[in-house]
């Protein structure tokens, strides 16, 4: 996808991967990105591209409101997300479930709201940023497989959908290979 003149919005965007996807966005020309964080406070741009708006993925009234504010978005990363390293049969359990509610349900229900968003602007592209973690085995990264996975085979489904429909095209990274 060209991002020229493309208006973006990345979840997670006060570090990390995150703020990194919103500085090559303006490299590439990007016309707008709103760049979003639970603490918007912490969001440290100095391009007057850049708009900060709140976003907690586990607090869907700021899902919507964002979703709301950011209604020419074209391009939405879903980037935010957390490693407990909490085992799936030892660890806490309460660990687990926030890695599930933070990078299933909380990236889902990011989509969900976004969706109508991108279907206005004419259609549009969802990168969800995943990890090579869901294709294998390792300690304390089980939660890591299961969120990545699900959240892998959910955009898969969601792609053809998306396709049949003439909607939003969807992008994951990495790509699942093809066995
Ligand atoms: N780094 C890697 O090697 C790697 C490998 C594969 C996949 N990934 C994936 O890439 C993405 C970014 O990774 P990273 O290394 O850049 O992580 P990071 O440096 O830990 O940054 C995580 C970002 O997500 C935000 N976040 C966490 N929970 C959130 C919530 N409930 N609502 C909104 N934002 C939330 C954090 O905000 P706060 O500052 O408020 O905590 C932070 O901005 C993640 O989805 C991760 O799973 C990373």
């Given amino acids: ?15 990390g991967i995150g703020r990194h996807f919103v500085l090559e966005l303006l490299d590439r020309g990007a016309s707008k990105v709103y760049a ?23 607090d869907h009234e700021s ?6 504010a950011a209604g020419e978005v074209s391009l ?8 407990t390293g909490a085992e799936l049969v030892t660890g806490d359990l309460a660990e687990i479930r926030r890695e599930m ?11 969900r709201a976004f969706s109508p968003v991108l279907a206005g602007n004419g259609g549009g592209a969802i990168v969800n940023v995943l990890s090579a973690l869901s294709w294998f085995a390792s300690p304390g990264a089980g939660g890591v497989r299961r969120r990545q996975g699900r959240r892998v085979e959910h955009d898969e489904r969601r792609t053809t959908r998306a396709r049949r429909s003439g909607h939003a095209r969807s992008r994951s990274t990495p790509r699942r290979r093809r066995h």
């Fill in 1 to 15: 996808m060209n991002v020229t003149d493309r208006i973006a919005l990345v979840t997670g965007a006060n570090r």
């Fill in 36 to 58: 979003t964080a639970r603490r918007p406070e912490t969001l440290a741009f100095d391009d007057t591209r850049v708009v900060p708006l709140r976003l907690d993925l586990l």
């Fill in 63 to 68: 899902v919507t409101a964002a979703a709301a």
């Fill in 76 to 83: 939405l990363v879903n980037n935010a997300g957390i490693t």
């Fill in 101 to 111: 509610d933070t990078h299933f349900w909380g990236t889902l229900d990011v989509i």
